[in-house]
């Protein structure tokens, strides 16, 4: 595990101990900043979400399609490094840390057919 970076580090601690302990928020809050702490939140309130066809988080504005690690999100789309494994937006981290501690609302739905309700 050694030569893993930072984000592969703490998805692996995530990923053995199912829970964020105060050294994993520690360590997502030192590597992300503001998009850790944003991130954990929303895990916090369940904004996670994810239906038959995509996985959402759910925004202070909008909701977002969180896929493979990608989001459809501005900041991801206009402020972000994609060679730079530590630059995620706070959405993708949501998802990250929701699928490792179980804390995902799954919806056996279509979320097209949601979001056409909305």
């Known amino acids: 595990m050694s030569e893993a970076n930072p984000v592969e580090r703490w998805q692996a601690r995530l990923e053995e101990t199912g829970e964020l302990t105060p050294e994993i928020v520690d360590r997502v809050s030192t590597i992300h900043g503001d998009r850790g702490v944003r991130a954990i939140e929303a895990v916090g309130e369940h904004r996670v979400k994810s239906y038959r066809d995509f996985t959402i988080v759910v925004g202070y504005d909008d909701e977002y399609i969180v896929e493979d690690g990608g ?8 402020n972000l490094d994609d060679d730079d494994p530590t630059e995620l937006c706070w959405h993708a981290l949501a998802v990250a840390i ?3 501690v ?8 279509w ?4 979001r056409e309700l909305l």
């Open 111 to 114: 979320y097209s057919d949601v």
């Open 98 to 100: 929701a699928r490792r």
């Open 102 to 109: 179980g804390h995902v609302d799954y919806h056996d739905m």
């Open 71 to 78: 989001c459809t999100c501005k900041d991801s789309e206009y």
